[in-house]
């Protein structure tokens, strides 16, 4: 099993004839994703990488059945697309832009409230699961199929780490990259609560980063579970000095003043393994055996 995605997941690109989207497309399609079609209004009636294209989410879904949408739109554009994939109730939509407004931000999380759509982004690689589903921008030659389930707030540092799992042979279940702007859909508190639920995930790496409060909201939320599955969780910053604002905007909020110790400290009281370098994840994994 997977969370989220699989090889049976139908999926859309919306803005699927933009030089990014096509080059990120093609590879998805190349690595075995299930994508059927595309949306760019006024373009329907045509095709792109030989996919249907639509005018609208709702046209595509009724004429393709997809479940996911993965978007390649420019962050003034995201609102009303995000838009589109709720009142088209996609169960889940994967956003790649950078620095989207935070007036926008509030209005699709308001959107997606109470919705069936789950937004993985803004900014963020994606979501892979290894020999099923790419939705994003993961480079393939990393991943390999495994029981390991990784979520992460660092897009470098995903990557670092997956290789790292998949160099020790151990490989992983689904990788998901939350996004790296202050404000995002899901959180780790939904990765982690759907990978206890997935019965060929065995353990969780939990890569954190400085800036925001995710990580003692999720640390909080971990401690209070009865049934869960081990985590190793990194925070980057490490090398950060104490009251040093490094310019992320949760960092700006907080005056650089919640370090990376106060986020190891909720981590290790809530019953995750914490580790302090990197290199160390692969293993403490190893250890869990």
């Known amino acids: 099993m997977s969370i989220f995605v699989n090889k049976n997941t139908a999926v859309i690109c919306q803005g699927i004839t933009g030089t990014q989207a096509s080059f990120h497309v093609k590879n998805s399609l190349e690595y075995g994703t299930k994508i ?20 609208t989410v709702k046209e595509a879904v009724m004429q393709t059945k997809a479940t996911a949408s993965v978007l390649y739109v420019p ?6 697309a995000v838009r589109e ?20 931000m509030l209005e699709i999380k308001s959107m997606l409230k109470g919705s069936k759509t789950k937004l993985i982004g803004p900014n963020t690689p994606g979501i892979i699961t290894p020999q099923e589903a790419r939705l994003g921008i993961f480079p393939v030659d990393i991943h390999r199929k495994g029981h390991i389930g990784v979520v992460s707030r660092s897009s470098t ?24 702007d202050m404000m995002i859909g899901v959180d780790f508190i939904d990765v982690i609560d759907a990978f206890n639920h997935d019965d060929e995930t065995r353990a969780i790496v939990m890569i954190g980063q400085l800036s925001g409060s995710f990580e003692e909201t999720a640390a909080d939320w971990y401690k209070h579970q ?23 905007a949760g960092d700006v909020l907080t005056n650089g003043y ?13 019953g995750m393994i914490v580790v302090d370098h990197i290199n160390e994840i692969t293993q403490a994994l190893s250890d869990l055996k």
């Open 36 to 55: 059927v079609g595309g949306v760019v209004p006024n373009k329907g009636g045509s095709l792109h990488l030989g996919l249907p294209v639509f005018s």
């Open 75 to 80: 962050a003034a554009q995201l609102k009303s």
């Open 85 to 104: 994939a709720v009142e088209a109730e996609l169960d889940l939509a994967v956003s790649i832009a950078a620095n989207v407004p935070l007036r926008d």
């Open 157 to 180: 540092l995903t990557y670092e780490t997956v290789l790292a799992i998949s160099l020790a042979g151990m490989g992983q279940s689904t990788v998901i990259g939350l996004g790296d």
């Open 226 to 248: 009865r049934h869960k599955k081990p985590v190793i969780a990194f925070i980057a910053g490490n090398a950060i000095p104490f009251g040093h604002n490094i310019g992320y």
């Open 258 to 270: 919640i370090s990376v110790q106060d986020k190891k400290d909720a981590l290790s009281a809530a």
